[in-house]
Each structure stands twice: as C-alpha cells, then as structure tokens.
C-alpha cells in the first residue's frame, strides 16, 4: 500500500518530531563509538536490513573507522502497512556466516518478530556471533521473548514512527527527523 504524495505531505506537515537530524547523527556517533570498542578487529560482516537499515547503514559505516565487510538482506514482514505479517525473505546475504561475527542493522525495533527471525536464520548459516543494532527501540510490552538490541540508537514511544530510513505506508523514509503520525 503506497499513498499519494499530497497525502504524505499533509501527513509529514501534521506529524510530530521526536528526533531531529542533529539528534539521530548525535545518536548514531554513540552507537558507532560503543560498536567501534566492542567489534573492531572482528572483521564483522555487517548486515544492512532493507529497506528501513539503509539509512542508519549509510551514516554509521563511515563512522566505522576499522574493517568492516558489507552485505545486505532484505526481510520484511510489513510490505508498506502499519500493521505486521509473516516474516518474508526477499533477499539473503551473498557472503557466508559461517564463523563471521555478524552485526544485523536495521531501523526499528518493534514487536521483534523481525529480528528474531534474522538472528536465527544467521545462526542457522553458522555464525559465530550476532550482534543486532538498531536506530530506533519502541517502548512496549509486546516484544517477542523480551527481545533487545545489542547497540541502540533512540528510544520512542508506542506511536507508528517514520523518517531516518522508516516508511510511512510506503513513503517518507527519506526526511531526516523521526517523526510520529497524528493518525494511522
Ligand atoms: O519488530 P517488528 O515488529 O518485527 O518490526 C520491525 C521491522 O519492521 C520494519 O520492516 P518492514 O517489514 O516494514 O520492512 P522495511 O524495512 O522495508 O520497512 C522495520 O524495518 C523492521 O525491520
Ligand atoms: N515505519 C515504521 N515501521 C515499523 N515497523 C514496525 N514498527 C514500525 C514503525 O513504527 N514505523
């Protein structure tokens, strides 16, 4: 489901910020320091989570001033809705796990059914390690085995948030802010 650009203009115009640019860069610098002290010499495989990664992915490695190998997957379990399905696999990695210690980064992380099923497909692909970075932890009760990320970038509350890499119903992944929408 995508909207039209008049209506997700008037939904961004309406929108509350959270988390303005220089807050989300101040955040990420964080989580680049603390993964810089915890994987620097591991050669991690670092996995950006399309679609919703790529922006954190795209700001925090060149704040990664060690080695680090790049791939991507994509595993989506929203397609675009407000609402979430079954975990679906639209791409896995091209480079093996077997032994790597994998750092998964995505934007949010919600009920955590998402990230779960990518930290067990990469145990089942044999890693060694999997560490999980995410821009954005939503503050609830419903997440799935008490699930928690390893670096966080902000926390937010139990609201449908977008922008810095989060759609809204398909749209607005690309302003700089986090925002809330005044309605779903
Ligand atoms: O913790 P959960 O409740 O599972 O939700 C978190 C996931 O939801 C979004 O993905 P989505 O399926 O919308 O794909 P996208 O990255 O293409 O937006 C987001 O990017 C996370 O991967
Ligand atoms: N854009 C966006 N995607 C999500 N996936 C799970 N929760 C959210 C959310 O609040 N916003």
């Known amino acids: 489901m995508t ?33 810089t002290d915890e994987l620097n010499g591991s ?52 480079a093996s796990l077997r032994d790597r210690v994998v750092l998964i980064v995505d934007d949010i992380l919600d009920e955590g059914h998402t990230l779960a099923g990518i930290i067990q497909q990469c145990r089942d692909e ?7 970075a995410v ?11 008490n699930l928690q990320a390893d670096y966080v970038g902000l926390r937010v509350d139990d609201r449908y948030v977008f922008g810095a890499g989060m759609d809204y119903k398909g749209l607005l992944r690309n302003v700089p802010g986090i925002y809330a929408a005044r309605e779903i």
């Open 135 to 145: 821009l954005v932890d939503k503050q609830h009760d419903r997440r799935f085995n």
């Open 3 to 35: 909207i039209s650009a008049e209506e997700a203009s008037r939904v961004l115009a309406e929108a509350e910020l959270l988390y303005d640019e220089a807050n989300v860069d101040r955040a990420i610098e964080r989580m680049a320091t603390q993964i």
């Open 43 to 94: 050669l991690p495989l670092f996995l950006c989570v399309m679609t919703g990664g790529l922006v954190l992915s795209g700001k925090l490695l060149p704040r990664l001033m060690f080695p680090v190998e790049l791939d991507y997957l994509h595993a989506t379990r929203y397609r675009g809705a407000t609402q979430g399905g079954e975990l679906s696999w639209l791409a896995k990695p091209r």
């Open 126 to 132: 044999g890693a060694q390690e999997v560490r999980t």
